[in-house]
């Protein structure tokens, strides 16, 4: 195996947190159970997101982006007509 590269000293850099937000939101989605609040909204993807969000953000980066995927088509499902055709459609709640 090759040695790791020096890097340099990393401390003085700023740190960048990217965030794949779709997949945060399903995440969120799929592992906390149903939530509601007292109007009978959804807030389990609004209450998991920020969660997990704020436990990286105390990580100590010093900015954020997150970055959804657009909606619609992309160029996967132009290139192949298949892309996602198994899955089930997006939860309304997404």
Do not use: W
């Not at 945060?24 to 920020?50: C, D, Q, W």
């Amino acid at each position: 195996m090759a040695p790791m590269p020096d890097f340099g000293d990393q401390t003085a850099r700023p740190r960048l947190l990217l965030v794949d937000g779709h997949g945060l939101a399903f995440r969120a989605y799929h592992a906390l159970p149903e939530m509601i609040n007292s109007k009978g909204e959804p807030t389990r993807v609004a209450y998991g997101y920020t969660s997990m969000l704020l436990l990286a953000l105390a990580q100590g980066f010093d900015c954020a982006v997150a970055a959804f995927d657009p909606a619609g088509p992309t160029f996967r499902d132009r290139k192949m007509a298949t892309y996602k055709a198994h899955r089930l459609p997006t939860p309304s709640e997404l």
